[in-house]
């Protein structure tokens, strides 16, 4: 039977260890009183994220607006795709993560409209591309059928432990890029799958929002493990987002209680329809970022980061987008200047 290459690091050990012991303590925080509005947050951005990594440029808040059912004005196509991986990460419990047939069942409906053979092996060559050309050229199209039954084979018989099966299979699949289209959000869907096998939180652990936030990182560490001929730095990387989002996800949730009372501060200080300014909806999180930088105007990224929980990286996303619409704009250096709000 074929066994892809992969070498287990030390780092790689310590992680699974210390994954385990995080599970635990993220399945309570799961059955808390809010964990039911903690599941449908989490679903929000890990399919927001999974498709932002991909180009797809509609926000969390449209991506909310799109699960509630309400009319959102984007381009077509970008609407699609949300509905298609709303409705694909919607089948995951009925998902078999060690079968061929439900991945192409799968990708049938997270591809939808959008390409012609969505729900079938690619049946032409495909390569990755980057801004110096060629990055992976995958392997002949009539090898796919092959490789994807070999690379179930061993994912369903393998003794190695589910983290680190799943980092693998993700690497592996993504040097197979057995679609025409739609590999890596499959990739990152599939992986989820497989640690759903771990444990069930896994449906409910937006590990993409991390990787949405390291997104060179991502490509980074499947570029090292192409060069490297085994997985190995993939494995790290994903092991070290998996933990990291464990320990980001654990603290309280905001309560209605308290989302009402941002939202309360928000319209007090800006005014119920400072958004519409800047053509936005702002969301719970960008909200709390403008009522810090009202406050602190000279506060970092990182202070921004532990007091709203997320990640540093998420941060200066929301500042370049905020600074991109008009809402905000840097007076003085980057050392020491000061961000101010265009009230």
């Not at 909310?64 to 795709?81: L, S, W």
């Not at 009402?260 to 909806?281: C, H, R, T, W, Y």
């Amino acid at each position: 039977m074929y066994v892809p290459p992969f070498k287990i690091s030390a780092e790689a050990i310590n992680l699974v260890a210390e994954i385990a012991g995080q599970i635990e303590r993220y399945a309570i925080r799961l059955e808390q009183e809010d964990g039911l509005r903690l599941r449908k947050a989490n679903r929000i951005k890990t399919i927001h994220s999974s498709l932002a990594i991909e180009g797809n440029m509609l926000s969390e808040n449209q991506v909310r607006d799109i699960i509630d059912g309400k009319n959102v004005v984007a381009p077509i196509e970008q609407i699609q795709e949300v509905k298609n991986a709303i409705a694909t990460y919607n089948l995951y419990p009925s998902l078999n993560p060690f079968s061929v047939n439900d991945l192409l069942k799968a990708h049938g409906v997270m591809m939808q409209a959008l390409v012609d053979n969505a729900g079938r092996f690619r049946r032409g060559g495909v390569g990755v591309f980057g801004e110096q050309g060629l990055v992976h050229l995958a392997p002949p199209a009539e090898r796919v059928p092959y490789l994807m039954d070999d690379l179930f084979a061993w994912l369903k018989t393998s003794k190695d432990h589910l983290l680190i099966r799943s980092c693998v299979f993700h690497y592996e699949f993504e040097f197979i890029h057995p679609f025409i289209d739609g590999n890596g959000r499959m990739g990152r869907l599939w992986q989820s799958l497989i640690l759903g096998k771990l444990h069930p939180l896994f449906e409910h652990l937006p590990v993409e929002n991390m990787v949405f936030a390291n997104q060179q990182a991502y490509y980074d560490a499947i570029t090292a493990s192409t060069k490297a001929g085994e997985s190995g730095p993939f494995i790290d990387f994903m092991l070290n987002e998996i933990y990291k989002t464990l320990k980001m996800h654990q603290g309280e949730a905001l309560s209605v209680d308290s989302l009402n009372s941002i939202e309360q501060e928000f319209d007090l200080k800006f005014g119920a329809k400072f958004g519409v300014k800047f053509g936005v909806k702002f969301g719970v999180n960008e909200m709390q970022l403008l009522l810090l930088l009202d406050e602190r105007p000279g506060i970092t990224a990182q202070d921004i980061a532990e007091n709203i929980g997320i990640s540093k990286r998420g941060v200066e996303k929301q500042l370049k987008k905020l600074k991109e619409i008009g809402t905000i704009y840097r007076q003085g250096s980057d050392k020491n200047g000061l961000w101010i709000i265009n009230k």
